[in-house]
């Protein structure tokens, strides 16, 4: 299925909830701002409130006003989004309480229908039914859908074999924002189109690579939902994953959807599996206790609120990953996520192995790396450590480090970078999937992860304890400096 024109009705299911009023309205009206949408798009928020079409249409102002930054929020670009945007209570569970949104929508067949779950994964299987049921659904229509899908293989088959009864797999995207960032997009051509870092990525130029997304936010009253998952399941099944694939995986023949996610799954595929005796060298778990956070005083993970006295979940994890193939034989990926850690930050550090000869000052050997950044967040932009001669006449051969920096905010001639929703929305709207993670990538990625949240399951050993504004516990700094490495705010 291809959607050619941008015209199409965009059903939000759970539109009063958070994601959608704080990331996917807002990116919404970023796309009509940018004369993106069609002039005869429609925004049809679903929820369970009892609103009308006024009543939501302030809400969904309401929270413009408070995600958007002003000087973006023009009047005439608001007044054009809100004419498109529409609400209808539904009942998800129930199939009569769809006849109002099936009167709703428009019923051409040719137009387009997005139908975004912004929802539980428990209820995709019974909207996809419903929506079905009512003759919602016409032959141009697919399904968004969040993650996380599932807790585990077996519960993540079952959410997609529900969807799958009524979608085609061409017709679902499953949405990994961190996929829309300009950064990891960026990571594809820098990666494939410049031969200076095409024909060194690879395990005879690369030491090892890290992989950080660092958070400074706490539990944020999520306790419910976090204590159920941890920051495996929340955090490593997916973003680090996905990040993992892109960077490890071989050029495709093709910048097509598939051949992109034929590549990443063959990473996934050769991923080692993690023993029961591997999780003491090559994994570390924690727990934030208390501690302080740019100055200020914050709780620990117990002492939350809502917070469980018998929860044995993480909120730091650490891995010593490796791919059992010819391109990283030998080559360590470095895997880091956690909560109230130092700053919040998202970035790959691909490590470049020194010069089997060094000729300069031996004091100096510890420079000899070249290091690539390619940071996600909070400024997306890429920068390149080279060593270079110091400058002056008394500084003879005397080396120093020094960065070669593009920052993406700085260096192109736009006001802003749009953010990763923007640009999956008007994917989905185009009918593109590239940006968008294939049923069998889920599979491999939650096998991966399955076995080794097993062995955390039989050995039952409470998370190490880190302070909060700390970059975790020091087991995850010693793993690194068993194999000779540092983590890169360390050196």
């Not at 009892?50 to 929270?63: R, T």
Request: one cysteine or more; charged letters at 25%.
């Amino acid at each position: 299925m291809s959607i050619v024109n941008t015209s199409s009705d965009i059903v939000i299911f759970g539109a009063m909830g958070d994601l959608a009023q704080r990331k996917l309205i807002p990116a919404l009206f970023q796309l009509e701002s940018a004369e993106l949408l069609g002039q005869d798009t429609r925004i049809i928020g679903v929820a369970r409130h009892d609103e009308d079409n006024d009543s939501f249409c302030n809400i969904c102002e309401a929270s413009l006003n408070k995600f958007v930054k002003t000087h973006e929020l023009e009047a005439e670009a608001l007044t054009r989004f809100l004419a498109k945007v529409e609400y209808c209570p539904v009942n998800f569970t129930e199939a009569d309480s769809y006849q109002e949104l099936k009167n709703s929508l428009d019923m051409s067949a040719e137009r387009a229908r997005i139908f975004y779950y912004a929802t539980p994964a428990s209820i995709y299987g019974s909207i996809s039914k419903n929506l079905t049921k009512s003759n919602c659904i016409n032959t141009n229509s697919c399904v968004v859908l969040e993650k996380p899908i599932g807790h585990n293989l077996r519960s993540s088959n079952e959410v997609n074999d529900q969807v799958a009864e009524y979608f085609d797999e061409t017709q679902i995207y499953r949405i990994d924002h961190y996929l829309g960032k300009e950064t990891v997009q960026n990571l594809i051509a820098l990666r494939f189109a410049n031969p200076l870092f095409g024909s060194q990525w690879n395990q005879s130029h690369i030491s090892h690579v890290e992989i950080t997304v660092a958070e400074k936010v706490g539990i944020e009253g999520r306790w419910g939902y976090f204590d159920k998952a941890g920051q495996m399941r929340d955090m490593v099944q997916n973003h680090l994953l996905q990040l993992l694939c892109l960077t490890a995986m071989d050029p495709p023949d093709d910048l097509s959807a598939d051949m992109i996610r034929n590549e990443k799954v063959k990473v996934l595929k050769a991923l080692r599996p993690i023993s029961a005796e591997m999780c003491n060298t090559h994994v570390v778990r924690g727990r934030y206790t208390k501690g302080l956070v740019e100055g200020n005083p914050v709780p620990g993970y117990m002492d939350e609120e809502g917070a469980n006295p018998d929860s044995n979940t993480e909120t730091f994890v650490s891995i010593k990953a490796e791919i059992n193939n010819w391109r990283w034989a030998g080559v360590p990926f470095y895997l880091r996520t956690g909560k109230r850690l130092p700053e919040k930050l998202s970035q790959i550090t691909i490590h470049f192995k020194p010069q089997p000869h060094f000729i300069f000052d031996e004091s100096q050997r510890h420079l000899a790396q070249n290091k690539l950044i390619i940071r996600l967040q909070p400024e997306e932009g890429i920068s390149l450590q080279i060593l270079n001669k110091d400058h002056g006449l008394n500084k003879g051969m005397r080396l120093r480090s020094e960065s070669l920096n593009l920052n993406f905010s700085q260096s192109f001639e736009q006001n802003r970078i749009p953010d990763a929703y923007e640009r999956l929305l008007l994917e989905v709207i185009q009918g593109n999937q590239y940006l968008f993670v294939r049923r069998d990538e889920v599979e491999h990625a939650w096998n991966w992860c399955d076995q080794l949240m097993e062995h955390w399951k039989h050995e039952n050993k409470a998370p190490l304890p880190y302070a909060a504004g700390s970059w975790g516990p020091k087991a995850a700094d010693l793993m690194l400096i068993k194999d000779g490495n540092s983590w890169y705010e360390d050196q």
